[in-house]
């Protein structure tokens, strides 16, 4: 189910039924050995077919990429552009880079 579509079949609130979805995936699913997933064509819900985890660890890994990928480019590069001699960013720089690195190795698996 979308989340507004659980808001409506449960009459909580969109944060009441995120607050849940997180339980759900962080708590619930990891006791019941049954992976919590979430696609556009069927919201939320918890699948017995490996396809179906795969697909979605597959999209969570994309995302991530993206969002480590814009924050070195916008962000963390600038940095070290501006300050190349800051032991910080240079830190930061070189971890995400990494990151970077095995996400982008994870995505061209798939």
Do not use: N
Not at 70 to 80: G, K, Y
């Amino acid at each position: 189910m979308s989340t507004r579509q659980l808001v409506t079949a449960t009459e909580l609130s969109a944060y009441q039924v995120r607050a849940g979805v997180t339980y759900l995936r962080d708590v619930a699913a990891a006791e019941h050995m049954t992976p919590l997933t979430w696609s556009r064509r069927d919201g939320y819900r918890f699948s017995a077919e490996p396809g179906d985890w795969i697909a979605y660890e597959r999209a969570c890994v994309r995302t991530e990429l993206t969002r480590i990928a814009r924050l070195i480019s916008a962000t963390v590069e600038p940095h070290a552009a501006r300050l190349p001699d800051d032991d910080w960013v240079q830190l930061v720089l070189g971890q995400l880079t990494g990151v970077k690195s095995a996400l982008g190795l994870l995505v061209r698996a798939g």
